[in-house]
């Protein structure tokens, strides 16, 4: 009942896999008919996310980090944490929960990464303060490059103090 023939019961055992893998080790999953649709769906969307990321269609968001005063008042702004954020032209925002951990499952999150780096530390030079921003990164980005040297080269380009950014 869970394929016709062997090719596609051998496709959704392996999404009754992906989910099992999804949920935590040790799980057990039977397959269920919207399984394939979400793969799909999924699909789908780490094509669109590509796409995204070569058309520059991401953005960045800046939440501010602050250091606390007794009071609000006397608090004051030190910098601010990039953020990526994506507007899908059909489906709208795509919320980073859904987007980052399929960057990093695909292996998007590398170059994606670098985007979020160069364009963050470009936009923090322009700033009128000199605020630190924080970027964050992946573990795959360590493990697929050469970390120190891109973010030399990035702080070359953009003309940004290093003391300003915070990995």
Request: charged share 20%.
């Amino acid at each position: 009942r869970n394929g016709a023939d062997a090719a596609s019961l051998l496709a959704n055992a392996g999404a009754a896999l992906f989910r099992a893998k999804a949920k935590s080790r040790g799980t057990i999953n039977l397959f269920e008919p919207e399984m394939d649709q979400q793969i799909r769906d999924r699909r789908v969307l780490h094509q669109d996310l590509s796409v995204a990321i070569k058309n520059g269609e991401l953005s960045l968001y800046y939440q501010p980090q602050a250091a606390s005063g007794e009071t609000v008042a006397t608090s004051k702004v030190t910098g601010f944490e990039a953020l990526a954020r994506w507007m899908h032209p059909l489906r709208g925002f795509v919320s980073p929960a859904d987007f980052i951990p399929l960057a990093e499952e695909s292996g998007l999150i590398v170059e994606m990464g670098e985007w979020i780096l160069r364009q963050a530390c470009r936009e923090a030079a322009s700033w009128a303060k000199p605020l630190q921003v924080a970027v964050n990164l992946s573990p795959a980005q360590f493990a697929h490059g050469d970390v120190v040297g891109l973010v030399h080269s990035i702080l070359l380009e953009t003309g940004l103090s290093p003391g300003r950014l915070e990995l």
